[in-house]
């Protein structure tokens, strides 16, 4: 597939045209950032680990009917998508207390949230994504109330999907944010679900898998995305506690894995 012009570089990824209308090809840089781009830093191969990842999570929703703008992936850290109309709204699915909304309400962090509490804030960086309600999303005109309820449900569909497989690997799914975007009347989800984007925590030690390590020097960031890497994209074949050997990716694998899934010893 032909990659074109530059259509938008975001902090981490950049899109880019193809020789089709409504193809477009996500790349996944190996830039991480947090803090608003207050902390930044460029970590090898860290673009591939998250691209795997995000392609495992759209196939899986994929075969499970949830509609996203995943098509397929072109090299370890490129995939073509569909081109969506984006809407700029930051929708997170929270299952357990951690991050702003402990550092902004009365939450004790840990503190379970059953039913799981949905979060949207706006997708502006120059007004750094302030929390929204259902009045002001509509009054913004960013969505129609019933485009709101169906991202809503989409939400949460795929905050079950993802919990369930998750857990079989002993992962908690603390907390995770998601994109959607319009392909005609359809919404899709879009952008990306990874490490950067999730809050994941071992279910039995309760340490971050995460960007959160990066965020808050936790250890080695990169050590943890190679680890939780291959813990997720095993999630599926093996169910937690069945006898299984880690899955190695040869260097320059093709199949839009990341090269190096090998878990690596324990910090
Ligand atoms: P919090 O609001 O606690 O900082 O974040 C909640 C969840 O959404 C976390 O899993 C976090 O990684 C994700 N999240 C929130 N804002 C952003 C963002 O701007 N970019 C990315 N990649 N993830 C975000």
């Not at 680990?49 to 392609?55: K, L, P």
């Not at 919990?163 to 002993?170: C, H, I, M, Y």
């Given at each position: 597939?032909?990659?074109?012009?530059?259509?938008?570089?975001?902090?981490?990824?950049?899109?880019?045209?193809?020789?089709?209308?409504?193809?477009?090809?996500?790349?996944?840089?190996?830039?991480?950032?947090?803090?608003?781009?207050?902390?930044?830093?460029?970590?090898?191969?860290?673009?591939s680990?998250?691209?795997?990842?995000?392609?495992f999570?759209?196939?899986?929703?994929?075969?499970?009917?949830?509609?996203?703008?995943?098509?397929?992936?072109?090299?370890?850290?490129?995939?073509?998508?569909?081109?969506?109309?984006?809407?700029?709204?930051?929708?997170?699915?929270?299952?357990?207390?951690?991050?702003?909304?402990?550092?902004?309400?009365?939450?004790?962090?840990?503190?379970?949230?059953?039913?799981?509490?949905?979060?949207?804030?706006?997708?502006?960086?120059?007004?750094?994504?302030?929390?929204?309600?259902?009045?002001?999303?509509?009054?913004?005109?960013?969505?129609?109330?019933?485009?709101l309820?169906k991202?809503?449900k989409?939400?949460?569909?795929?905050?079950?999907?993802?919990?369930?497989?998750?857990?079989?690997?002993?992962?908690?799914l603390?907390?995770?944010?998601i994109?959607?975007?319009?392909?005609?009347?359809?919404?899709?989800?879009?952008?990306?679900?990874?490490?950067?984007?999730?809050?994941?925590?071992?279910?039995?030690?309760?340490?971050?898998?995460?960007?959160?390590?990066?965020?808050?020097?936790?250890?080695?960031?990169?050590?943890?995305?190679?680890?939780?890497?291959?813990?997720?994209?095993?999630?599926?074949?093996?169910?937690?506690?069945?006898?299984?050997?880690?899955?190695?990716?040869?260097?320059?694998?093709?199949s839009?894995?990341p090269?190096?899934?090998?878990?690596?010893?324990?910090?």
């Open positions: 597939m032909k990659q074109g012009k530059l259509l938008y570089a975001g902090k981490a990824k950049s899109v880019f045209h193809t020789g089709t209308r409504d193809t477009l090809i996500v790349e996944f840089r190996d830039d991480i950032t947090a803090f608003d781009g207050g902390k930044k830093d460029t970590l090898k191969n860290k673009g680990y998250n691209a795997g990842v995000s392609a999570f759209f196939e899986y929703l994929e075969k499970h009917g949830v509609k996203t703008h995943f098509l397929q992936m072109l090299d370890n850290h490129r995939m073509a998508v569909r081109r969506l109309e984006m809407i700029p709204l930051e929708v997170i699915v929270r299952n357990v207390a951690a991050g702003s909304i402990v550092r902004n309400y009365p939450f004790k962090e840990g503190t379970k949230l059953d039913p799981p509490v949905i979060v949207i804030d706006f997708k502006d960086d120059s007004r750094h994504d302030p929390m929204l309600n259902d009045d002001l999303i509509v009054a913004l005109k960013l969505a129609t109330p019933s485009e309820k991202i809503k989409i939400a949460l569909e795929i905050n079950r999907f993802l919990s369930a497989l998750l857990a079989k690997q002993g992962i908690l603390v907390d995770f944010k994109e959607f975007g319009r392909q005609g009347k359809t919404i899709r989800l879009g952008d990306e679900i990874s490490m950067d984007s999730m809050r994941l925590w071992d279910k039995k030690t309760r340490e971050s898998l995460d960007k959160d390590v990066y965020r808050f020097n936790k250890g080695d960031v990169m050590a943890t995305y190679n680890r939780v890497a291959g813990r997720i994209m095993n999630a599926e074949a093996h169910p937690a506690g069945a006898q299984k050997k880690p899955a190695v990716q040869k260097k320059g694998a093709v839009g894995r090269a190096a899934a090998k878990p690596k010893a324990k910090k």
